[in-house]
């Protein structure tokens, strides 16, 4: 029997409200969800490993990336590209499996009006003073880099009507439940098993 396609997850949300803690928390967790690495061309921050948190790239090789149609989507953000590879992606949900992209809000709605079908998760945080004192407590950044990312912070939260699902990242434990929740939940939806089931249930079409 044909397998169903994989599921395609979208977790955006504002810098700093730890999108990347949950989504390390989500691979670590035995889920079978595969995660998507994205190419940027920003520096390696400590500890960051090419192929694993990134593809780090140059301006040159990010351009050709894109010439080559290569990139599912991509997005400048604070004066530097980040973009889904594609073909992993396509591999993923061909063989079944679920993949995940950990990708800021222009990129979201990029991907949105290519794979409608996908599932949209914004992480929130707590409150704006929380993802303040998230981004400061990076210490990576400059002060004028911290209120970049808050200016950015703030329109990026106006998106969140765009999305399918607002997951609060209050405790990440919690958050990779509600994740893995709403993962199960949408594995069971009427639509997407109707067919499985035809000989059973009459469908249209
Ligand atoms: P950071 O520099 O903190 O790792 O990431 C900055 C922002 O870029 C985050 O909001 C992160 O989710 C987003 N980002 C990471 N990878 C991608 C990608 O492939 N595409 C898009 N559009 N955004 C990404």
Redo the contacts with the bound molecule.
Sequence with gaps: MKKEKGLLIVL?GP?GVG??TVCRALRETENNINYSV???T?APREGEIDGVNYFFKTKDEFKEMIEQNQLL???E?VNNY???PLPYVEQSLNEGNDII????V??ALKVKERYPEGVFLFLMPPSLKELRERIVGRATESEDLINQRMTVAKEEIEMMKQYDYVVENDEVEEAVKRIEAIVTAEHCRRDRLIHKYKELVEVDQ
């Design positions: 955006s810098a999108k990347g994205s190419a940027t920003r989507e991509w997005a953000y980040y973009g889904t992209l950990e990708i800021e222009q990129g």
